[in-house]
């Protein structure tokens, strides 16, 4: 059986690549990513691989980088340090904290933090 941490390091190996479809892949057919302020980034694999592709074509350079890491149960929680972003009106480095439910081997949410 894969631990929910499994699951979340084969997503962000995916983000460091780039590779939108074993990225969306880790994620439920109805998973939802939220913002910091608690709005709807994206819900569904369409709108994540939406979302997610557009931010691996523009950004050559992208990459996550788990500095810290808590796993409750089916939940863990990443420290993460993202550089290289290319998004208009963010900046190129982000330090956050992302919040993952994970059952059934899948991503069925994620809360970014910060």
Not at 14 to 38: H, I, L, S
Not at 58 to 68: F, M, Y
Not at 79 to 94: A, C
Request: charge should be negative; proline fraction near 5%; glycine fraction near 10%.
């Amino acid at each position: 059986m894969t631990t929910p941490s499994e699951v979340i390091d084969r997503q962000v190996a995916a983000y460091n690549r780039r590779d939108v479809q074993g990225f969306v892949a880790c994620y439920a057919p109805d998973a939802k990513v939220v913002q910091p302020d608690g709005s709807l980034l994206a819900s569904g694999r369409d709108q994540i691989s939406s979302v997610y592709g557009g931010l691996f074509e523009n950004s050559p350079s992208l990459r996550a980088e788990i500095r810290n890491r808590i796993e409750v149960g089916s939940v863990v929680i990443d420290e993460e340090f993202v550089t290289g972003l290319v998004l208009p009106g963010m900046p190129t480095e982000i330090h956050a904290a992302v919040v993952y439910h994970v059952a059934d081997g899948l991503i069925q949410g994620a809360q970014l933090v910060g």
